[in-house]
């Protein structure tokens, strides 16, 4: 199956800092996510784009679906944006979903 | 606007036991997935549930099921619990089988 990396595994930010998280995959997909999961396990939709750029606030995101990754960018971080930013993959029809491992973020006052 | 619920929010069970865990999609979605999250892990797919049958399956042993009702809500069952069967289980929904997926809050499964 599809292996789907994310780096780094842990980023630690002061407030006001600029970030840029990426995922690699390791064939083509139909679909891409990422998410934001906070403490209390909740996944936030951030992005769906399976190929070019969205902005979204303080965030954006790109995916170049022919080179294989994505990166999504935090600007001027706040403590708000801790917790773990997954990718998240289709490779069929059907949507089933391959996630990476995750991002740990810490935005530090 | 109800986005995607499920519950319960919390379940302590004994090894051995039986749990069905509840999940209604967002308004206007008709497919369901199931997902496992342990803990320190990304989710890993369970199945997924369009048109009432089960469409797509991953590694997971025949103890789980499930079932899609009329009104696109789901159930997901677990059989004999094993202690690694303490996860996060969440559910997501979308408007056709390869949409954007909506997830909801989860429910955290505890196996004593």
């Known amino acids: 199956g599809i292996q789907v990396e994310q780096s780094p595994p842990d980023l630690i930010l002061q407030e006001g800092a600029n970030s840029t998280l990426r995922c690699n995959f390791s064939?083509?997909?139909?679909?891409l996510q990422w998410f934001h999961q906070n403490p209390w396990g909740q996944l936030i939709n951030l992005f769906y784009?399976?190929?070019g750029t969205k902005q979204n606030g303080r965030l954006s995101a790109t995916t170049v679906a022919t080179e294989r990754y994505s990166l999504l960018y935090i600007s001027s971080s706040q403590t708000t944006d801790s917790g773990v930013y997954f990718c998240?993959?289709?490779?069929?029809?059907?949507?089933?979903?391959?996630f990476g491992a995750g991002t740990q973020v810490v935005v530090t006052p | 606007d109800a986005g995607v619920t499920q519950s319960p929010t919390h379940l302590i069970k004994t090894r051995g036991q039986q749990v069905t865990l509840r999940c209604s999609p967002k308004?206007?979605?008709?497919?369901v997935s199931w997902y496992q999250q342990a803990l320190g892990q990304g989710p890993q797919f369970i199945f997924q549930?369009?048109?009432?049958?089960?469409?797509q399956r991953g590694n997971f042993p025949d103890r789980f099921s499930g079932h899609q009702f009329p009104n696109y809500s789901s159930e997901l069952n677990v059989n004999a619990l094993l202690l690694g069967d303490s996860a996060l289980y969440l559910c997501?929904?979308?408007?056709?089988?390869?949409?954007?997926?909506?997830f909801g809050p989860g429910t955290r499964l505890t196996v004593t």
């Open positions: 997501a929904s979308s408007s056709k089988p390869n949409a954007e997926q909506y």
């Open positions: 549930y369009y048109e009432e049958e089960e469409r």
């Open positions: 064939d083509s997909v139909n679909n």
């Open positions: 784009i399976p190929s």
């Open positions: 998240a993959v289709t490779t069929d029809s059907w949507g089933k979903f391959q």
């Open positions: 308004s206007g979605h008709d497919t």
